[in-house]
Structures are given as structure tokens and as C-alpha cells.
């Protein structure tokens, strides 16, 4: 209980809060992994797709990774919440990431499944590495 409280209180002892931020970054996808192993395991083999269908679902991912952002950067730092609110965000940029990777390899489009892991990944640890560097 005192981690979730330190997520809300600015002024909560840092180490308490940065292991409340590790608990968050670190529990808030596991919902999107699940649904895109489901995703994964109902699509497999039921549909494949040309090779130009990746761009479509690079493109979705990356709309998606710009929506969270704007969100982000309209969030303000000072308000109690923020550290959730961020974290929560972040959460769902790297679960979209995870159902269109899902998709992808599904689909037959390996390459693209991966490329979109990464960046799904890439964001999501440099999100994690922000949090824990700031005050």
C-alpha cells in the first residue's frame, strides 16, 4: 500500500517510489501480453497477408506511439497522479505495440511482428528509464 501511495505523493521518499515505479512498469502490460498470445493463438494460420500489409500495421503502431505521447506531454508533473497516469499511458502504447507484433507474425509477416516488438520494447524501456530519472 505504500508504494501505490508513493506513486501519488511527489514528495514520498525516492526509493520507495522508484520501486513503486518498477512494480507499475512492470505489472501494467502483463493484461496486453495476455491478450496478444490470445490474439496470436485465434489468428494463427487463419488469414495470411501480403508483405506491404506491415507498412499498415508499423503505421497503426506509430499513430498510436504519437497519440500516447501528446497525452503524456499534456500531463502535468506537479498533480498527484501523474506518475500513474504516465505509467498507465506508456502501458498502453506497448500493448498496442504488442497485439499488432501479434498480429503480424500471425499473419506470416515475421519481420514486421518483430521490427514492431522492438519498438514497442525500445519506447516502452526508454519511457521506464525517464520515470526513474525524474525527481
Known sequence: ??????????????ALRRSALLGLYALAPLPNL????????????????PGWAGVGLVGIGLSAYV?????????????????VARGL?????????????A?????????WGLLLLGMGLGGYLLALSRALDAP
Request: no cysteine.
Open 1 to 14: 500500500m505504500q508504494r501505490i501511495r508513493a506513486l501519488y505523493d511527489p514528495k514520498a521518499d525516492p
Open 34 to 49: 495476455l491478450l496478444a498470445v490470445m490474439v496470436w493463438l485465434v489468428a494463427h494460420r487463419e488469414l495470411q497477408l
Open 67 to 83: 497519440w500516447v505521447r501528446r497525452r503524456v506531454r499534456q500531463l502535468d508533473p506537479k498533480r498527484s497522479g501523474y506518475a
Open 89 to 101: 499511458l506508456e502501458a498502453a502504447s506497448l500493448g498496442t505495440f504488442l497485439l499488432l507484433a
Open 103 to 111: 498480429l503480424a507474425v500471425a499473419f506470416g509477416l515475421v519481420g
